[in-house]
Nanobody
Framework: QVPLVESGGGLVQPGGSMTLSCAVSENIFRDYVLAWQREAPGKQRELVAS???????GYLDAVKGRFTISRDNAKHTMYLHMNNLKPEDTAVYYC??????WGQGTQVTVSS
């Protein structure tokens, strides 16, 4: 079983919304902190949001108030709900687990 499998992504206009999903293998979902990271062209990869097994959450300052991370314990899935998207949010988004596993990455492009 692939540990982390992402879905979602694509092209959205500025001000729009998008949700990314990450299906996580059961043992990783149960035992590790999960997070979303992103990498824009010419920039370092940055941690966008993280969530612990007991639901503690942290956000990159640039996305606070716009992005929401959540996890569905029944579905072993993590989500990133993104609102009021800006062109500077354009990046490849990765789901990540503290086990060291990464998703395959999904492109999010914010453009008119």
């Amino acid at each position: 079983q692939v540990p982390l499998v992402e879905s979602g992504g694509g092209l959205v206009q500025p001000g729009g919304s998008m949700t990314l999903s990450c299906a996580v293998s059961e043992n990783i979902f149960r035992d590790y902190v999960l997070a979303w990271q992103r990498e824009a062209p010419g920039k370092q990869r940055e941690l966008v949001a993280s969530i612990t097994m007991d639901g503690r959450i942290g956000y990159l300052d640039a996305v606070k108030g716009r992005f929401t991370i959540s996890r569905d314990n029944a579905k072993h899935t993590m989500y990133l709900h993104m609102n009021n998207l800006k062109p500077e949010d354009t990046a490849v988004y990765y789901c990540w687990a503290a086990s060291g596993d990464w998703g395959q990455g999904t492109q999010v492009t914010v453009s008119s």
